[in-house]
């Protein structure tokens, strides 16, 4: 048999052994390699139409600049939105960065730096200061923190005021569940009513009187009005221990009065912990607390006053004209607003966010300090939110125009000598429903649309005008 024996080429070997040993070294320093980070950045948040929420064009406002500046770092943003207890749980428990790194928009507290490093603020909200126009119509004049000292701010669960405002707050409260509650207190003749195995005396007043809290909150004359009422009225639930209970409300009368807790409207119940079966009464009035007895004739002195709501003025006003039109016209805005930074606040559970936080920053910085293109941001999340929840103006003939009248928001009416023309196909933004629409409907007293117009020559966000309810069409 023949053989044919071929020579190897060491060339070629040679070639094939170095490109063995690289990618051998390749696959080594790859492993090896740590990790620039994630690709996904995962956040929380809640609904606060407009600056964030689901539903929302580009899921609100604070969502674009927190999304632009993840973006310029070279990652995605997810935002998975949940209830806002919820959604400041699972950051702060976070360890790894494939879990929820942190939640948006928070305000800074010294209570929450202990779980979370917080960015530079995203944003400025400006806070206004609800009142109802008939119940409360001074408050329309408060111009500066101070003025707050004659009023009584309803205080919302997971709700964080600044300190100016903070100070005329007691440090102990009823915190309701949210601004919708918060206005429908606002809007109601709510009655207080402590409950309480302690007996009010004048040492008691006295002490209470005389308190740091008490003088802070200017509450020394409405704690004489308060007045104890019979235990015969005493909701079934507190029936077997009424010989031992005591109940309380303010009351400008010298005696103590009778008062049916049973057929008396919208009453709110503060039990001292001491009581059995609270908790089973609270959990069937979600308007209820719990308070000290001491806190508790605090709290009724304080409620005793007239009453504000302090919220952000896009998320009130926008809450009032989707969810409650009929309060619109029975609310109105006080002069004064306090611009709240609000931030991303990052867990510090996870070691990795506290560079995370620092690199959201500077890129953060190098936006703001663009003013131009971060306010082009912020308007066109805004834009496309309002032109989202906007109404079509329609002529209710053939003509290309439609009239409008111009809107007094001092004197709640319509100018009828100010009369101006809307091209046909105009947004507008309604600020105030007719009553025609509404479930007041049999009181016909307001009977024509108020909007701003979003669009063409007379476009404005703070002006308004009065529409016959046929000149609007709905998207």
């Known amino acids: 048999m023949n053989t044919v024996r071929t020579r190897s080429n060491p060339m070629i070997m040679v070639s094939l052994i170095v490109a063995l040993m690289l990618l051998i070294a390749a696959i080594i320093y790859s492993g090896s390699k740590p990790a620039s980070g994630p690709k996904v950045i995962l956040l929380s948040s809640g609904e606060w139409a407009p600056y964030s929420g689901e539903g929302l064009p580009q899921q609100g406002i604070a969502s674009v600049i927190v999304r632009s500046v993840i973006e310029q770092m070279g990652y995605q943003l997810e935002i998975q939105f949940m209830p806002w207890s919820i959604a400041q749980s699972k950051a702060e428990s976070s360890q790894q960065d494939s879990q929820i790194s942190g939640t948006f928009p928070y305000i800074r507290t010294e209570q929450r730096e202990n779980q979370f490093y917080f960015s530079d603020p995203i944003i400025d909200v400006p806070n206004g200061i609800f009142y109802h126009r008939q119940y409360s119509p001074l408050a329309a004049t408060i111009s500066k923190p101070s003025d707050l000292q004659n009023y009584a701010v309803i205080t919302l669960a997971g709700y964080e005021y600044t300190e100016k405002l903070r100070q005329y707050i007691p440090q102990k409260s009823c915190n309701f569940k949210d601004t919708l509650q918060g206005f429908e207190i606002l809007d109601s003749d709510q009655q207080w009513v402590l409950i309480s195995t302690k007996k009010l005396t004048k040492k008691v007043v006295e002490e209470i009187r005389n308190s740091a809290e008490t003088k802070r909150l200017n509450l020394g004359d409405s704690l004489l009005q308060i007045r104890q009422i019979a235990h015969s009225t005493l909701p079934t639930i507190f029936q077997n221990e009424a010989n031992n209970l005591f109940a309380y409300k303010v009351s400008n009368q010298a005696k103590s009065q009778t008062f049916d807790i049973l057929q008396a409207q919208n009453v709110t119940f503060i039990v001292t912990p001491e009581i059995n079966g609270d908790s089973v009464f609270i959990k069937k009035n979600n308007t209820d607390c719990q308070l000290s007895f001491i806190d508790g004739l605090r709290w009724l002195a304080y409620m ?172």
């Open 304 to 475: 005793s006053k007239p009453k504000i709501l302090i919220e952000s003025m896009q998320v009130g006003e926008t809450l009032l004209t989707k969810t409650k039109p009929e309060l619109s016209a029975k609310v109105g805005f006080a002069n004064y607003i306090d611009y709240v930074p609000h931030s991303v606040m990052f867990s510090k559970n996870n070691p990795n966010n506290l560079s995370l936080k620092n690199q959201f920053n500077e890129v953060l910085k190098r936006l703001k300090s663009n003013p131009q293109a971060y306010n082009s941001l912020l308007n066109q999340a805004t834009n496309e939110i309002d032109l989202a929840d906007s109404v079509i103006l329609t002529a209710s003939s053939q003509h290309a125009l439609v009239k409008g009248q111009l809107y007094d928001p001092q004197q709640l009416k319509c100018l009828q000598t100010e009369m101006f023309t809307f091209p046909k196909g105009s947004k507008a933004l309604v600020r105030q429903w007719p009553d025609i629409f509404l479930d007041s409907a049999n009181e016909a007293k307001n009977k024509m649309v108020v909007a701003s117009v979003l669009n063409g020559p007379l476009a404005s966000k703070i002006t308004m005008y009065c529409f016959e309810p046929t000149s609007v069409q709905l998207q």
